[in-house]
């Protein structure tokens, strides 16, 4: 007989006898719609055991033996905060040979890979790096296509790199094709300099808008600003660290990024704060094992960076904060569904301490929880957040949302200075709880 | 890519009230890297200026400049250039070419930079280039009365540079420039 297992095996539940089919059937009751009937396995023993059965349907996360099937991925996983802790017993291992069996395809099936990265990614290798291209969309789903596309989006970027970071200087330079100027001539000559027509009418000074110059200098600012923000990264890493030669190679990598970016957006320009969010990305591209991947981590976070803010550019836009795709509707419907979750937080929250989302929550919308979380948490945050199908907004919402539920009982014995500190510096909470929790959220 | 602008004789406030309306508005801080200046400015005011334009500025002393600390000659480096800086009105005959260059060569620069003529040069020898950014509010000289405002600005990039000459002549604001290269290995040989 041909035994399905529910999700709950991956952590190590094993339920003997009848009481086990009764919280089947409880299980596959609350299944979601096109759920197969459950049936539990019974075990021998105490114990995490696996039992391999090549015709089962497993989500094969620890053994490696098995072969990879087609997923029941309509059941919800039921974690609780106790075993969360199993959960990371399951070997990374487990999850790697998957994910790269998955990877290797000739056509990846971007619905499971989604599935798969919403249970994180394992580190190391460059298995991450690839996934997150994929699910942006970087990466299309056609193995073949790889090669061509990469190169040609990575010799696009330098050209964009060309074309937009020269200083005017070097600029002026190619362009001078005037054959009065024959610099050679000059160096032998003795005796007057001859004074030249400039070809353009520019010049340093020049104070018009067409003025090559004149739109360098006004660069400038968002150059400072871009500069002292990326000298703030993560200045404990000695990847970003400024100490170190490849601290400096990697932080000006991230200016060219970043400016090049505002360049191109002269509407959003560069907002504090991006310098965060483009962190996680450069620094997986960067760590990628695969070495011709890391080499162009630059090209590759560039264009990663635009889709992934592609989605919440609205947020940074002045003036639409306070318009139905600013960040102000952003956050009112970040209370509402905190409202529909739990309206007795909400209301000792919002009504009760006057605590407004706008206070805690504009950071974790806008900068992505980069700033909430440990680095590597960071991480498998957003493995959750890119894999999520209906965007990473939404699930953006939902965790956020969660964040605020599993402090509920400090908040509720809090008053609003209380509140504010603790949502302002959130505590370390285990990370699968968190995402957990913001699974089981009514939507 | 670095921005240097050299001018001087001044004579403010004795021959001239202030620098042309035209080149106020172009020189606004931010853009400049260093200002090397030959000197008759002639008051702290026009100094207190120069330096909030930028505030890595040079100066030497010329014969009307009223702070008497100015030193005679200078000479920095920018970048692969070596710059020197003098009035001018120490070299006699005043603005004679091989006596300026005499002065290059025991400076040992690349580039001199002289005034007290009032008159826009841009001249090479041997031993370097001399340019003389001429008076930037064209007040009249020893010599003639017949002076156009005039300053330099130099694009000083690795071994290249553009020099800029802005020269106000009838009212118009005209921009000229001059390339020159430094090649690695030219050394002023004496």
Redesign the interface.
Known sequence: MSLKRTALDRLGFFFIGSEASKTSASISDSGPDGGEELEMLQVVGFGPQIVREVDMEIHGWYDTELVFKTLDKTVPPMITKEFSGLASIESNDGKWSNLEFELSQKVIDLDRLQWMANYGLPDGGGLRATTWKLLLGYLPAARDSWEADLANNRSKYFALKEEELL????L??RY?TSPS?K?ES??D??????????ST?D?????SKASVWHQF?EN?EIVEQIDRDVQRTHPSMKFFSGDSSVGQKNQMAMRSILHLFAKLNPAIGYVQGMNEVLAPLFYIFSMDSDEKNALHAEADSYACFVRLLSDSVDHFCKHLDNSSVGIMATLSHFSQLIKLNDEELWRHLEIFNKVNPQFYAFRWITLLLTQEFEFHDVMRIWDSLLSNPLGIQEMLLRVCCAMVLCVKHELLSGDFAENLKLLQHYPPIDIEYILHVSEELIR | MVLVLALGDLHIPHRAAELPAKFKSMLVPGKIQHIICTGNLCIKEVHDYLKSLCPDMHITRGEYDEDSHYPETKTLTIGQFKLGLCHGHQVIPWGDLDSLAMLQRQLDVDVLVTGHTHQFKAYKHEGGVVINPGSATGAYSSITYDVNPSFVLMDIDALRVVVYVYELIDGEVKVDKIDFKKTATTQPTH
Request: charged share 15%; net charge positive; no cysteine.
């Open positions: 200083n005017p200087s070097t002026t330079q001078e100027n610099l000059v160096n000559v003795i005796g007057f300099l001859r004074r030249n027509k400039i009418g010049h340093p000074l020049s104070l200098f400038t």
